[in-house]
Nanobody
Framework: FQLQASGGGPVRTGGSLTLSCTASGVADEYYAIAWFRQAPGKEREGVSCLSISDGKTLYEDSFKGRFTISRDHAKNTVTLQMNSLKPEDSGVYYC?????????WGQGTLVTVSS
């Protein structure tokens, strides 16, 4: 099971970015994909998750209304659309897959929001 995260980069306050997490090496849909963020000097925190099997989504409160998680079935990719970005949204964003109680991590993609 491998995850490839992409889409990070520099953006101005109020701007948008779309992160992508592509899964490979899995033949079924019994897993969930989550995005986590780690800001400089802080612990990694959850952002949002999506169940591949039924499409249900969850968001941490601070991201509701600004971030949207969705799936591209054909590309086996989960995207995180981030709008109205703030400097405090800066950090490394990691995608995670949980399958059969095992966690898999992508390599992270850096988002830098400047004012």
């Amino acid at each position: 099971f491998q995850l490839q995260a992409s889409g990070g980069g520099p953006v101005r306050t109020g701007g948008s970015l779309t992160l992508s997490c592509t899964a490979s090496g899995v033949a079924d849909e019994y897993y969930a994909i989550a995005w986590f963020r780690q800001a400089p000097g802080k612990e990694r925190e959850g952002v949002s998750c999506l169940s591949i099997s039924d499409g249900k989504t969850l968001y941490e409160d601070s991201f509701k209304g600004r971030f949207t998680i969705s799936r591209d079935h054909a590309k086996n990719t989960v995207t995180l659309q981030m709008n109205s970005l703030k400097p405090e949204d800066s950090g490394v964003y990691y995608c995670n897959a949980r399958r059969l109680a095992v966690d898999y991590w992508g390599q992270g993609t850096l988002v830098t929001v400047s004012s």
